[in-house]
């Protein structure tokens, strides 16, 4: 039977055993460090003491110690002045390969009291790998007829930094035929293609030897190089194609050598020689890659075993050539599927090697314990998976009858920032119809963050669009809160069809975590365009005018009217009609075309003049339409002179306008008063000056009307110029004309009409006679 002392030992030994499980987890503090790789052994790392908040001489009071996990030493604790240092140099590629972040956890442990502290130290990456080509010299088979702008894939260059450190561009030795372009591919890597610029001549040149370099984005930057030979071949038409472009596959990791992964399969459609194709490894690292392919079945085997926890998934480049020396490439993803293979590694740390039976509660050691396999095989808290532990510890003594306690712990996981928002959809497609109201709601987008409090409230942003010119500011706009659309202006669709852009989703963690999505914009259109005739032309000074010979035959071409539309779809779909005609049924228009076509023969009866209007109507909803009028002259046959357009004919024989004949009469009336009065003014000067018993002369009474001479000139109808000797007979007190003659010399008009308005006895003569 045991004592009561014995069964209180064992009560405290279990219940400390238990919380000791959780302290690995469970500490209450965390500290991280970063350090760049490669750095000297004995390099300061930080001070514990001022980072703990401790004095220098409590780390050794304390009993601190370091404890890493794995047991494998990184860092070395100077006690008496704090500082840590690093035990030896650390490679980021060896310690954690192509993770990233390279992140080594250790603990510090203060055993009196007992304090347990997580921390970190975090590798960084130097640029210490220069890029390597797995080959020094790629062969190209290339047929002479390949076109300008084919592509021709390249193998990559292996460089084992991460980062900006890795592999950023490939360049190619200056030449006349090719250029290389670098792109990205799914997992992060960038890798080459090589296009023609310049068609090849197997005759001028049969063969090609440039030099293919690699640049990683170190400062300064590091490089690789190898030789690409370009054979020149004869014609060979197609290339082989993969029946898909990426193959994913899974395998579990204790999967027996040799055994299936997947098979490819390409295809060529050339015969013969050209169209038969085999299967190789595209980058050929035979070191690295641990499959196999059948050049001629295309099956992929495995040829060395695979270790989930060393490298857990695979980017097999595939390459099928035909005889020709043709390529096609094609991916496959292969992801290693975890097994339980690794047991539970325990690390321990003993704190007291022994202890008086009589002691009371006290830490002896601590351990803790980790598997490297993953999943249900091993996993760390998630809060996001669950949230809360209910943990009840049992302790039950030997005694009979037996007696037990039982003790509930809840412990409850508090949120990191470890979850990046995620959209709903990796693009939006938004339509919008054109001559939309300004702030017009276009659509939204959404994203999630499974984290919680802060940490997963998300805020939205426009991003900078990839075309500078695009005013992205000026055409939509986002809410920051909950992420809808805006369009800022009203889109024309004729302007703009579509745009694309960019929308970043940021929580407010510390440090935030972002995600993007693409958001493309297509503007519906609306029919807002009527048709616009380009033939015949409606603002021209004179009418087009057509002419038809009498003789023509039912559906003889006319004319044609050409119209566009400046909306699309069936918005710019036209029809023709004929609205009005001089004569119905003479003529006829096509309705998808606009040709007018006579629509039976012509006779004498027609009239020789017809005028025809078209109208031009789009598919719109509600139609827009235009009109056109047209000229058509009936000739006999086309030596006959071109008649006048109607217009200008009906214009010449268009009546006067009254008011016009009635101002011209009364200026011709006036005109003639005023000459006839000149004429008498004139004629009784002369019949004063002459004198009285002139033979062959008018007999005037002396003094009575003095004699003048009349000149009229060459005016108006008369080609020149005429005098006459105008006499009055006397006496009679009448002025009646005697006799008129002509005589010379002459006395110029001008004079005379000078005297009568110089001289007033000549004008109160005239005004008077």
Not at 272 to 300: C, H, M, N, R, S
Not at 405 to 418: A, F, K, M, P, R
Not at 450 to 476: E, M, R
């Amino acid at each position: 039977m045991e004592t009561a002392p014995a069964k209180t030992l064992q009560k405290r030994q279990v219940l400390f055993l238990a919380i000791l499980f959780l302290l690995w987890e469970a500490g209450s503090e965390e500290i991280r460090y970063s350090m760049p790789e490669e750095t000297e052994s004995g390099s300061f790392v930080a001070n514990l003491a001022k980072d703990l908040g401790l004095r220098v001489g409590e780390l050794a009071t304390r009993g601190t110690r370091i404890h890493y996990k794995g047991n494998k030493q990184l860092l070395q604790l100077d006690i008496t002045t704090g500082n840590l240092l690093l035990y030896e140099k650390l490679d980021r590629e060896v310690l954690c390969r192509a993770t990233d972040p390279c992140i080594l956890h250790f603990q510090l442990l203060l055993e009196n009291p007992v304090q347990i502290i997580q921390a970190d130290l975090q590798l960084t990456d130097i640029n210490d790998h220069s890029p390597e080509f797995l080959e020094r010299e790629m062969l190209l088979k290339i047929p002479e007829s390949v076109q300008t702008g084919t592509v021709f894939p390249l193998k990559i260059a292996q460089d084992f930094d991460i980062g900006s450190n890795t592999v950023q561009n490939y360049t190619i030795s200056p030449n006349s035929h090719f250029h290389v372009v670098t792109h990205h591919r799914g997992d992060g890597k960038k890798y080459p293609e090589l296009v023609l610029d310049k068609a090849l001549d197997r005759e001028q040149q049969p063969e090609l030897s440039l030099t293919l370099t690699a640049l990683d984005g170190g400062a300064p930057p590091r490089s690789g190089a190898t030789t690409v030979r370009i054979e020149v071949v004869d014609i060979n038409d197609n290339a082989p194609e993969f029946l898909q472009s990426v193959y994913e596959v899974q395998i579990p990791e204790n999967s027996p050598l040799n055994s299936l992964v997947v098979a490819v399969s390409a295809r060529d459609l050339d015969a013969g020689t050209y169209g038969k194709v085999a299967y190789a490894l595209f980058q050929g690292d035979e070191v690295t890659q641990p499959f196999v392919i059948d050049e001629i079945t295309g099956e992929i085997s495995l040829k060395r075993a695979l270790d989930f926890e060393a490298t857990r998934f695979y980017n097999v480049e595939i390459a099928a050539t035909d005889g020709g020396g043709l390529s096609g490439k094609c991916t496959v993803a292969i992801e290693v599927v975890d097994v339980n293979d690794n047991a539970p590694e325990l690390t321990m740390s003993r704190l007291i090697s022994s202890i008086p039976e009589n002691s009371p509660e006290t830490v002896v050691a601590v351990f803790s314990v980790s598997d490297p396999d993953s999943g249900e095989n091993e996993r760390p808290l998630d809060r996001e998976e669950r949230a809360e532990y209910n943990i009840t510890i049992t302790v039950t003594d030997m005694g009979t009858p037996r007696l037990k306690t039982e003790h509930n712990i809840t412990v409850l996981v508090s949120d990191v920032n470890d979850n990046a928002p995620a959209f709903t959809q990796t693009s939006y497609t938004l339509w919008v119809l054109e001559n939309n109201s300004p702030a017009l709601h276009i659509g939204s987008v959404s994203a999630t963050d499974s984290d919680a409090g802060a940490n997963a409230q998300v805020t939205y942003s426009l991003l900078p669009p990839p075309d500078p010119l695009l005013p992205l500011a000026s055409l939509v706009s986002i809410n920051p809160d909950n992420g809808h659309l805006f369009a800022l202006t009203s889109l024309d669709y004729e302007a703009l069809r579509a745009f694309e852009f960019r929308v970043g989703a940021t929580d407010r963690g510390s440090p935030a975590l972002s995600s993007q999505a693409l958001v493309r914009v297509l503007v519906a259109d609306a029919n807002d365009n009527a048709p616009f005739v380009l033939y015949p032309l409606q603002n021209a000074s004179a009418p087009c005018t057509e002419l038809v010979p009498r003789a023509a035959e039912p559906g003889y071409l006319v004319t044609k009217v050409v119209a566009v539309d400046g909306d699309a779809g069936q918005n710019a779909w036209l029809s023709y009609q004929l609205l009005k005609a001089t004569e119905p049924g003479l003529f006829g228009v096509w309705a998808h075309n606009g040709e007018v076509r006579t629509a039976r023969l012509l006779s004498e009866r027609d009239a020789p003049k017809q005028r025809l209007v078209v109208l031009v109507k789009d598919n719109g909803e509600p139609p827009l339409s235009a009109s056109v009028t047209l000229h058509v002259l009936l000739v006999d046959g086309f030596s006959q002179p071109y008649l006048p357009p109607p217009e200008a004919e009906a214009a010449a024989a268009a009546p006067a306008d009254p008011l016009t004949v009635y101002l011209v009469v009364a200026l011709a009336s006036v005109s003639s008063l005023f000459l006839f009065s000149v004429l008498v003014f004139v004629a009784v000067r002369l019949c004063r000056r002459g004198g009285a018993g002139s033979a062959g002369r008018c007999p005037v009474p002396e003094g009575h009307f003095p004699g003048h001479l009349v000149d009229v000139s060459g005016m108006g109808t008369l080609s020149q110029s005429y005098q006459y000797e105008v006499c009055l007979t006397g006496g009679t007190g009448t002025g009646e004309f005697k006799c008129l003659k002509p005589i010379l010399p002459t006395f110029p008009l001008q004079d005379t009409v000078r005297e009568i308005k110089e001289n007033p006895t000549v004008r109160n003569s005239f005004l008077f006679n």
